[in-house]
């Protein structure tokens, strides 16, 4: 069978970043094949180049045997190539079906087809099994909606590759289903899927094939079903992974009230509170109302890591010292002067602490990988030393190892005193990390009970 997709010796170079050296990939038609690598490790330029955003420094390309010309989008949806990006990019100001269309937006005698606009739009969220509205302005909708948009206006081109590039990572498990159930049948039809995933459960519930990428190469393929988890890591970060849930020695300390989360539920200092729940079920809200009005909240010491990192978090067209030291510029400056190198050897050990992946502390944020963007976001807040930090989702798109760097830090930071809110939807990361859980649940929240007086089920009856 004449595979849907050949890459053979991709090679593509960022100034002096070796981003991809001689990876080579092929998927079959009606195949999915998982893509899997540490932050950096060139999963996303491997994507962009297939659909036509970069183009390489080497290499081939075949789709259905033929050859095409990369670094060209047109050329990559003329041979029915798609891709959801792991950023998304809609525009705000258009409606839902819109950006579906965007485009590709049908005319008549020169003038936009408005019926016609609709139509195709709602044929592609009824391939997802999407129920939204194709007027909502797109600024208006949710993540989880937002990233339902996104895939839709993938869909909509009736793609026969399909690239999704951390799909999930703004989606609850009702959506996540959703999806899994569209990409099933669209591939019995013949669609063939290349997906990135760093929840090794939704590669294995969805791919059959994988290939691993360390460092711009592949390391290992083969078939999920053959492989344990461990060996995949392995593969991934080149080593065994000793402890997932590291912590910090901490001493109990005399309780000392940090925050008053509502009425009846109170962090003290040194304490980390777990809340669990579904996306969507208020969590967001809950630590926005804890943050406002945000300046005078960073003065006193309250440091919230949205669930918006790009739009809330992030400087993304600074360094990434820029944005490191930002909210202590006044420590780093004499005189009114700011000092590059002052800022730069401030931002240097972070960049170790945290393994981000980069040239070094002048780098811009905009060049770094997804992961290692998410990680420059976190550092911020825990260089400031916050009195009180809010984390919303705080490991999503973080790879496995990195993961555990960041528990630790979490955990650091707590054993210095610090009062710590964690939102996520992953439970046993808030098992692994938590002092006590609360379940939120359609905009309320549980009594807590410290993490060991929980069972695993009875989080999840709570919060559903
Ligand atoms: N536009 C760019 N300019 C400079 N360097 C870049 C650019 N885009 C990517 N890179 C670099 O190429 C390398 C691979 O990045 P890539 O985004 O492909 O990683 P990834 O595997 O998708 O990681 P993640 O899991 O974090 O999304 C990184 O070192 C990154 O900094
Ligand atoms: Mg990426």
């Known amino acids: 069978m004449i595979p849907r997709l050949q890459a053979h010796g991709i090679g593509k170079a960022f100034g002096a970043t070796r981003a991809l050296h001689g990876v080579d990939i092929s998927v079959a038609p009606g195949e999915v094949l998982a893509v899997i690598g540490e932050n950096g490790a060139g999963k996303s330029t491997l994507m962009n180049i ?10 081939t390309l075949l789709v259905d045997g033929h050859p095409y010309r990369a670094g060209d989008p047109q050329a ?36 936009l087809a408005r019926g016609q606009l609709a139509l195709k739009a709602q044929a592609a969220l009824d391939r997802l099994g999407a129920d939204l509205a194709l007027a ?4 208006d909708l949710s993540p989880a909606q937002r990233q339902l948009v996104e895939i839709a206006r993938a869909l909509a081109g009736e793609p026969r590759l399909l690239i999704l590039d951390e799909p999930t990572s703004s989606l609850g498990a009702r959506d996540i289903e959703l999806l899994f159930r569209a990409i099933r049948s669209l591939t019995a039809d013949g669609m063939s899927v290349v997906i990135i995933s760093h929840q090794l459960d939704e590669c294995r519930a969805l791919a059959s094939r994988f290939t691993v990428l360390r460092d711009g190469a592949s390391v290992g393929a083969g078939l999920l079903a053959e492989i344990s988890d461990s060996a995949v890591i392995r593969l991934m970060v080149g080593r065994d992974l000793a402890e997932l849930y590291p912590k910090a020695a901490r001493t109990p300390r005399t309780r000392q009230l940090a925050l ?5 539920v109170t962090v003290d200092a040194g304490e980390i509170l777990g809340i669990y729940g579904l996306i969507g079920a208020g969590r967001s809200e809950l630590l926005h109302h804890l943050f406002t009005p945000p300046t005078e909240k960073l003065a006193g010491g309250i440091g919230l890591l949205s669930e918006d990192r790009r ?4 400087l993304i067209h600074r360094s990434i010292a820029d944005n490191l030291t930002l909210t202590c510029l006044a420590r780093l ?44 976001a976190l550092g911020r807040l825990l260089h400031h030393g916050c009195r009180v930090l809010l984390l919303d989702e705080p490991t999503r798109g973080i790879d496995v190892g990195a993961k555990a760097q960041i528990y630790r830090l979490i955990s650091e930071q707590a054993a210095q005193g610090t009062a710590v809110v964690m939102v996520s939807s992953y439970l046993p990361e808030l098992f692994g990390v938590c002092d006590s859980l ?22 999840l009856a709570a919060a559903v």
């Open 438 to 459: 609360a379940v939120m649940r359609q905009g309320k929240l549980s009594p807590p009970r410290p993490v060991n007086e929980w069972t695993h089920e009875q989080a």
């Open 311 to 314: 739009g809330e978090g992030l």
């Open 50 to 59: 297939l659909s036509g955003v970069h183009r390489p420094d080497s290499g």
């Open 260 to 264: 008053n989360v509502t009425d009846k």
């Open 76 to 111: 990559a949806r003329a041979h029915g190539i798609a891709i959801v990006h792991q950023e998304l990019c809609l525009c705000d100001h258009l409606t839902v079906a819109e950006n579906i269309c965007l485009g590709a937006w049908p005319s008549r005698h020169g003038f």
């Open 136 to 139: 909502s302005r797109c600024g």
């Open 333 to 376: 400056s004499r005189w009114g002067w700011l000092s590059t190198g002052r800022q730069h050897a401030a931002a240097t050990p972070w960049i170790q602490r945290l393994g981000i992946k980069c040239a070094g502390p002048g780098q811009i944020v905009r060049e770094l990988s997804g992961g290692n963007q998410q990680k420059v």
